[in-house]
């Protein structure tokens, strides 16, 4: 599997490209990555961090939740 951490400020950064081959899904791989890139986010003090995603419950395991509007404008992102 594979994902990604970008970092756009110093205090913000995004979850992006979590994949996981179809032979592992369900084995908690997606879930270890995720893991891991918060565990880096932390070592970061990256301080909000967000997801674009239609895995909503995936991520809600992580403490994601769902919010109004954009955490970045059009421009930036």
């Known amino acids: 599997g594979c994902g990604a ?9 995004e979850v ?3 994949a996981v081959h179809p032979k592992v899904r369900g ?4 879930h270890a990555i995720v893991d891991r890139l918060l565990e880096v986010a932390a070592d970061l003090h990256l301080e909000r961090i967000f997801v674009l995603t239609f895995e909503q419950e995936f991520f809600a395991r992580h403490g ?7 955490p970045v404008t059009a421009e930036v992102y």
Do not use: A, P, Q
């Open 5 to 13: 951490l970008h970092v756009l400020w110093s205090d913000l950064g």
């Open 16 to 18: 992006r490209t979590v």
């Open 27 to 30: 084995k908690g791989v997606g």
């Open 64 to 70: 994601f939740r769902e919010i109004e509007g954009t």
